[in-house]
């Protein structure tokens, strides 16, 4: 079945970079577009990135120019680098995955943003 697993979150301090990993199995990976996705505390589910199968990405308007989607086909893995953080970040980041069955989603990870 579809899997995703989210890792890399964590604390940093404003202005800070965290790099977010989502490990995909069960899946084509070469065949499947990426996306993630952020939740803050009272707040709905809002998209952050999205990879398309040839590479080509997608930023909200809050990221751009900060937060960098990639993906390794070697290692089944979709990446979130987030540079110049900010409080506004905090959030649980989730990795999804649409595939004819329906979107999947990972149990995301916290990254908080202390100021």
């Known amino acids: 079945q579809v899997q995703l697993v989210e890792s890399g979150g964590g604390l940093v301090q404003v202005g800070g970079s965290l790099r977010l990993s989502c490990a995909a199995s069960?899946?084509?990976?070469?065949?499947?577009?990426f996306a993630w996705y952020r939740q803050a505390p009272e707040k709905q589910r809002e998209f952050v990135a999205s990879?398309?199968?040839?590479?080509?990405?997608k930023y909200s308007d809050p990221v751009k120019g900060r937060f960098t989607i990639s993906r390794d086909s070697a290692k089944n893995t979709v990446y979130l680098q987030m540079n110049s953080l900010k409080p506004d970040d905090t959030a649980v980041y989730y990795c999804?995955?649409?595939?004819?069955?329906?979107?999947?989603w990972g149990q995301g990870t916290q990254v908080t943003v202390s100021s």
């Open positions: 999804s995955v649409d595939r004819p069955t329906g979107r999947y």
């Open positions: 990879i398309s199968v040839g590479g080509f990405s």
């Open positions: 069960g899946i084509a990976f070469n065949f499947a577009a």
